[in-house]
């Protein structure tokens, strides 16, 4: 019996022993690794601050005449004719302006302006659903808009326009309810 004590008792020391130096060898790892971090990262330090200094020493990149000033005024002239190709400024037939008298005050109009002043002047904007070729697209968007169409902003709408104001006053509630009234405006305004 004292033998099989000893066989554990010293089985159990040599496993505690070999824990013990692999913990050891592991801290070590552990503290070269940590070392090696910290030269790896003052050398990438260092090589990045010089390598910095040069690139702008060698590119001059405070100088109005260097060759990274020289690329950035090309690309920008490049995107601003890209942006003039693309977003022509308007021709003389483009720039027709609507006016219209409201009070004693004659207002210029832009097409958008135009657009949606047409759309608060016609009675049927209020008054009929949409075209039956986008009566899917209404169902889909009245599913949406509900809940966000907000008395504030019912009020912000009616503020902003005399046009649709008066519509308002003539329509609701003898042509039409308030909540058709608002939906097939802001549908066909979209």
Known sequence: ?????ENWLGSWFNAAKDKL????????VRKDLEEFG??????ATSVLSSTGSVLEKTLSLDSPDSTANTVKKSFSTFLDQVNTVLNPSP????TEAIMIIEGSETVKLSKLQQIIYDLQMNEKTFTLEPE????????SWLEIVDDQISDDKIDKYLKSSDVLRKQHGKLVPNSVDEASFWKRYLFKKL
């Open 21 to 28: 130096k692999s913990s050891e060898v592991l801290e070590s």
């Open 38 to 43: 910290g030269a790896v990262t003052k050398g």
């Open 132 to 139: 039956t070729h986008l009566s899917k697209q209404y169902e």
């Open 1 to 5: 019996m004292a033998q099989s004590n």
């Open 91 to 94: 021709d003389d037939s483009d």
